[in-house]
C-alpha cells in the first residue's frame, strides 16, 4: 500500500561545516587534514539516491524553514542560544563540548535542520501526509538544554515537539531512537516529563561513555518514562528486532502518544566507522515496518522519521532508502550491494547476552501502564 510521505532535504544542510578534522581529532601537527566524521557525504549520497531511483516521485517533498529564537528557547538555555548564534556571525567555532565544530553561519543551519524536522511533523500533525522523513543536518539527539554535544548543536526533535505543543497540536509523545550512541539529549531534555516518553537503543557505553545505562530512568513524575536498552557490541538485526518488539512496542502501547518520533541514525550499520553494530539495510527495514505498523495501530499512522547519525558514505543511503520505501510503500529497483557480505553474518541473529540485556529493559516496559494511570489519576 502506497502512502503519503513527507520528504525534508535542503541542500543547504550540505554546507554544514565541520571543518578539516581527521575523523573527530582537529588537523593539525604530525595529523593530516582530512575531513570530519561528520561530513555532508553521508546525507548528500542519501539524497542522491533517493533521486536517482525514482523514489523522489512518490514522495511529497516539504520545505524546510528556520525555527525561531523563541522556538529554540522552549528546549535550550539563552547562554547556549547565544554562544552558537555569536561564534556563528564571525568564524564559526564549537557547540560546548569541543567536538561539534561548525562554519560561519552555522546557527543559521542548525535552526534550518530543527525547522526541517518541525516541518516534517507539522504536516503530519494537519494530515497533509500520513508519515514523514526529515533528512536534516546537523543532528540533534546529542544536544542538551545548556550545551551542544557529539555533532549536535540544537535538539531538532524537542524543538520540534515543543513547538507543535505551544501551538496546542500535540500532546503526548514517544521518541524511538535507535541511533548507535546513545540518546542523551532527549533523556536530559525530558527526565521529569511524564508526557513525553523516551527509549534509546544504543551500543553499550560508546558514547557518551558515561550515559546511556539500563537503570537511568528519569526523576520525579517523569520516573520510569525513560528506557534505555544499551546493546553489547555486535548486536545485529535480531537484536533490534527484539528492543522493538519487547521494549518499545509494549512501552508505547501503554503510553498511547499522539504521533511517534523516530530518531533515526543508520551508525548501528556493519558498514560504520563510528559503531560496533552490525545491522543490515534490511535490519533498518525491518524496524521501520515494525515502528510504522505500531503508528498504524496507535496514532492513525503518524510517525515523523529525523535523521541523526551514519558515517558509512558507502553503505548509509542503502539503509535510508530501505526506510523510505518502507514508508512510502514504494518498492524501487534498488538492492543494498553490501548484503552480499553483511547479510549471511551470524551477527544478525539474537544471542543470548544480547536478550538479557533487553530482558531487562523489557520489565520497564511493562510498568508503563501503571505509571500512565497514576500520573493521570
Not at 283 to 300: I, K, P, Q
Not at 322 to 336: I, M, P, R
Not at 339 to 367: C, M, N, Y
Amino acid at each position: 500500500m502506497e502512502r503519503k510521505t513527507g520528504y525534508v532535504w535542503h541542500q543547504q544542510y550540505a554546507w554544514h561545516n565541520t571543518g578539516t578534522h581527521a575523523g573527530f581529532v582537529e588537523s593539525g601537527g604530525y595529523i593530516q587534514p582530512y575531513q570530519n566524521f561528520e561530513s555532508p557525504d553521508t546525507k548528500t549520497r542519501f539524497a542522491g539516491l533517493v533521486e536517482v531511483s525514482g523514489l523522489i516521485d512518490h514522495l511529497v517533498k516539504l520545505k524546510a524553514e528556520h525555527v525561531s529564537e523563541a522556538d529554540l528557547a522552549r528546549v535550550h538555555t539563552d547562554r547556549h542560544i547565544q554562544s552558537i548564534k555569536a561564534q556563528s556571525a564571525e568564524h564559526g567555532g564549537d557547540g560546548g563540548d569541543g567536538f561539534t565544530p561548525f562554519g560561519r553561519g552555522g546557527y543559521e543551519i542548525a535552526t534550518l535542520a530543527a525547522g526541517g524536522t518541525y516541518e516534517a511533523a507539522r504536516a503530519v500533525l494537519d494530515g497533509e501526509v500520513d508519515n514523514a522523513y526529515a533528512l536534516v543536518r546537523p543532528p540533534g539527539h546529542h544536544a542538551e538544554p545548556d550545551m551542544g554535544r557529539g555533532y549536535c548543536i540544537f535538539a531538532n526533535v524537542p524543538v520540534a515537539i515543543e513547538r507543535l505543543r505551544a501551538e496546542g497540536k500535540l500532546g503526548r509523545v514517544a521518541i524511538f531512537d535507535y541511533d548507535v550512541h546513545h540518546g542523551n539529549g532527549a533523556q536530559k531534555i525530558y527526565w521529569n516529563d511524564p508526557n513525553t516518553l523516551t527509549i534509546s537503543v544504543h551500543q553499550d557505553r560508546l558514547f557518551p561513555v558515561d550515559s546511556g545505562m539500563a537503570d537511568e530512568r528519569g526523576e520525579g513524575d517523569g520516573h520510569g518514562f525513560n528506557i534505555n536498552v544499551p546493546l553489547p557490541a555486535g548486536s545485529g538485526d535480531g537484536a533490534y528486532f527484539a528492543v522493538v518488539d519487547q521494549v518499545a512496542a509494549p512501552a508505547i502501547r501503554a503510553f498511547k502518544p499522539d504521533v511517534i518520533f523516530v530518531s533515526s541514525g543508520f551508525d548501528p550499520s556493519a558498514a560504520d566507522p563510528l559503531g560496533r553494530m552490525s545491522v543490515t539495510s534490511d535490519g533498518f527495514r525491518g524496524m521501520a515496518e515494525r515502528l510504522l505498523a505500531l503508528a498504524d495501530e496507535l496514532t492513525g499512522g503518524k510517525i515523523v522519521f529525523s535523521h541523526e547519525g551514519g558515517y558509512s558514505a558507502v553503505h548509509t543511503p542503502f539503509c535510508g532508502i530501505a526506510v523510505l520505501e518502507t514508508l512510502s510503500g514504494h518498492k524501487t529497483e534498488v538492492e543494498d550491494p553490501f548484503d552480499v557480505s553483511f547479510g549471511p553474518s551470524p551477527t544478525r541473529e539474537l544471542h543470548p547476552w544480547q536478550q538479557d540485556q533487553i530482558s531487562i529493559s523489557a520489565k520497564f516496559a511493562e510498568e508503563i501502564a501503571e505509571l500512565v494511570e497514576k500520573v493521570s489519576a
